[in-house]
């Protein structure tokens, strides 16, 4: 009940909270912060990953050898709170162009139409849908849909998560097949590859 004589805020909102009203704008003010801060709202801290610290890389077989490969150009927006993940989100890209098999003649014909295409689809794109806690202290599974080459899937990605300072280290590995992104066509190479993730990410 509000009034000019005394305002009562109901337990549920502000416990044992009686403010004198007053006709100035400085109380209203104060009333209003005071509901704001009791309200329970947080500000999700945000990270930006840094490249030159993070690895994507990556396994295939090929003629019955793995070969193993990996990509820079790491960017986006990671928003985190480790007591809160069902809050946080991902949002990455990465520089399909980088990819670095150790083997130029082989990087070149991976970029190439049959397999990145990276003149049309120059980035690999990574949005989450939803972050859970797996249980165990510092590990989670994140779902989201994954793009490459205009072609996007959902898949999940169990992670850990490790504060240091005003960052964080996230290490995951997950599985994809080619074909799903219309990589490789009929190439003779492995359908299945294993993707593992160590992203560094600092506070912004």
């Keep these: 009940m509000i009034g000019c004589g005394v305002v009562e805020l109901r337990e549920s909102v502000v416990p044992h909270f009686l403010i004198t009203c007053k006709k100035d704008k400085s109380v ?3 009333i209003l912060f005071i ?7 947080t500000v999700m801290a945000q990270y930006k990953p840094v490249d ?3 690895t ?3 396994t295939i077989g090929n ?3 793995d070969v193993k490969g990996s990509f820079t150009g790491i960017q986006g927006m990671i928003n985190f709170d480790a007591q ?3 809050s946080s989100s991902m949002d990455i890209t990465i520089d399909a162009g980088t990819i670095n098999t150790d083997n130029s003649l082989r990087d070149k014909h991976l970029k190439d139409e049959n397999y990145f295409d990276i003149k049309n689809y120059p980035n ?3 949005v989450s849908t939803k972050i859970t806690a797996s249980g165990k202290t510092g590990n989670y599974t994140v779902n989201g849909k994954l793009t490459i080459k205009g072609k996007s899937k959902d898949i999940s990605i169990p992670f ?4 240091a300072n005003n960052e964080f280290q996230f290490k995951g590995s997950f599985k994809i097949n080619r074909k799903d992104f219309g990589v490789g066509g009929t190439s003779p190479i492995s359908n299945e590859l294993e993707v593992t993730l160590n992203i560094y990410a600092v506070k912004s």
């Design 28 to 30: 209203k003010k104060t």
């Design 35 to 41: 509901l704001i801060t009791l309200s329970g709202l």
């Design 52 to 54: 030159e610290k993070s």
């Design 56 to 58: 994507v890389q990556f």
């Design 63 to 65: 003629f019955g050898f």
């Design 84 to 86: 809160a993940p069902a």
């Design 124 to 126: 690999i794109h990574f």
């Design 160 to 163: 850990t998560a490790v504060p």
